[in-house]
């Protein structure tokens, strides 16, 4: 089962910044947080991922709290093609070999609107 | 560079026969992994293979089978299909001993009538 909890579907206004929380109370300390967004139809695509510290790229910024027990992803400035489900998944280190598999949860539908 | 990619892309068959998906991964990666997702619901890991090996598996029956080449290409095979097993097959490939992103392919549509 996913170890995560998400809001089935958030509303955001097109030119805003997108605020998509995630509980993960269970997380343990060799597990990192990852986004995945999916647009219908289509396969997912990788967002962001982090293990303790706030992390920033070209498509969003995620945050985590000290205690790892929640996160939030941050689209800053979201557009009407950022309307998708988006996935938040707790994901284990394998240092010895393959990674660890995902396990997707329901997600929350994301609609912006113009 | 092609990411990953998934043939065929849509798929109808026949409760009760023998499907095979494939996958190539992204250029530098070794490890492939297969997901099923039915319609409104998110993707299900089925399997994952590294150096040709079933590495993890999910809850799925032995009906679901597969395998990895040396290429590092792999198949998913999914025998007696039920009506059940209609659902986006999706393939998904990393590097092995770094964590970092799976890529995720576009996925099979898979129909069984």
């Known amino acids: 089962d996913a170890k995560t909890t998400q809001p089935p579907s958030m509303d955001c206004a097109e030119g805003r910044a997108a605020n998509l929380p995630c509980n993960h109370s269970?997380?343990?300390?060799?597990?990192?947080v990852y986004w995945y967004r999916q647009i219908h139809s289509q396969g997912p695509q990788y967002i962001i991922h982090g293990l303790k510290n706030n992390e920033t790229n070209e498509m969003a910024s995620l945050i985590i709290t000290e205690d790892r027990k929640s996160s939030t992803l941050i689209l800053p400035h979201a557009t009407l093609r950022d309307t998708a489900v988006y996935y938040c998944?707790?994901?284990?280190?394998?240092?010895?070999?393959?990674?660890?598999?995902?396990?997707f949860g329901k997600g929350t539908k994301l609609s912006v609107k113009p | 560079d092609a990411g990953v990619t998934q043939s065929p892309t849509h798929l109808i068959k026949t409760r009760g026969q023998q499907v095979t998906l494939r996958c190539s991964p992204k250029s530098g990666h070794d490890t492939v992994s297969w997901y099923q997702q039915a319609l409104g619901q998110g993707p299900q890991f089925i399997f994952q293979y590294y150096e040709e090996e079933e590495r993890q598996r999910g809850n799925f029956p032995d009906r679901f089978s597969g395998h990895q080449f040396p290429n590092y290409s792999s198949e998913l095979n999914v025998n007696a299909l039920l009506l059940g097993d209609s659902a986006l097959y999706l393939c998904?490939?990393?590097?092995?001993?770094?964590?970092?992103?799976?890529?995720f392919g576009q996925g099979t549509r898979l129909t069984v009538v």
């Open positions: 269970t997380i343990s300390g060799n597990e990192y």
């Open positions: 998944i707790v994901r284990y280190m394998n240092y010895g070999g393959s990674q660890g598999n995902l396990i």
């Open positions: 998904a490939s990393a590097p092995g001993r770094r964590h970092t992103e799976a890529f």
